[in-house]
T-cell receptor, first 111, second 111 residues
Framework: DAGVIQSPRHEVTEMGQEVTLRCKPI?????LFWYRQTMMRGLELLIY????????DSGMPEDRFSAKMPNASFSTLKIQPSEPRDSAVYFC?????????FGPGTRLTVL | TQLLEQSPQFLSIQEGENLTVYCNSS?????LQWYRQEPGEGPVLLVT?????EVKKLKRLTFQFGDARKDSSLHITAAQTGDTGLYLC???????????FGKGTHLIIQP
């Protein structure tokens, strides 16, 4: 079975550009999570969805960040405009219970 | 806001040695999970502990949950090079909620 799929795996962009990260959760899972990982702050929850509905977006750092889940098999995390401090690895995870399954992450570099 | 502190931050030992890493919380865990993350990949769940005083074993790994449910330890016996990675503890909240992570222990097992 395919795990959580994220694309792109690497993204390099310039400050001010729009960035869209994509996630396909494991089929049948009803919860989806977006996390961000940096050396300074570790792994932080940004937002999560349950049955495609956003439940808690308190971790979204600024209005420049937005996330959508139009259906059970797809989610996006958008940053507009991007800034150098947004450089990090962004993980998507999905679950059907206590165990979360993480994707391989998208490494974002904003120059 | 719950704070999870992990120690040590970095640990490098020789293959065959034993080691223990720790996780302490500023508040009582709902339930505690340990994850391992390898370079370029997302975290993978090792174990979930719920009951104070609980001990779980996974081959050479022994997980202990403190009686007061505010601390935990992970002990590895006869470490192998394949144990190298970032070990993260997390509070899994109410089950379907997002995870709160510590910053992790970077473990390197040298041959």
């Amino acid at each position: 079975d395919a795990g959580v799929i994220q694309s792109p795996r690497h993204e390099v962009t310039e400050m001010g550009q729009e960035v869209t990260l994509r996630c396909k959760p494991i089929s049948g899972h009803n919860s989806l999570f977006w996390y961000r990982q940096t050396m300074m702050r570790g792994l932080e929850l940004l937002i999560y969805f349950n049955n495609n509905v956003p439940i808690d977006d308190s971790g979204m750092p600024e209005d420049r960040f937005s996330a959508k889940m139009p259906n059970a098999s797809f989610s996006t995390l958008k940053i507009q405009p991007s800034e150098p401090r947004d450089s990090a690895v962004y993980f998507c995870a999905s679950s059907l219970g206590f165990e979360q399954f993480f994707g391989p992450g998208t490494r974002l570099t904003v120059l | 806001t719950q704070l999870l502190e992990q120690s040590p931050q970095f640990l490098s030992i020789q293959e065959g040695e034993n080691l223990t890493v720790y996780c302490n919380s500023s508040s009582v865990f709902s339930s505690l999970q340990w994850y391992r993350q390898e370079p370029g990949e997302g975290p993978v769940l090792l174990v979930t502990v719920v009951t104070g005083g609980e001990v779980k074993k996974l081959k050479r790994l022994t997980f202990q949950f403190g009686d007061a449910r505010k601390d935990s330890s992970l002990h590895i016996t006869a470490a192998q090079t394949g144990d190298t990675g970032l070990y993260l503890c997390a509070d899994s909240g109410g089950g379907a909620d997002g995870l709160t992570f510590g910053k992790g222990t970077h473990l390197i097992i040298q041959p």
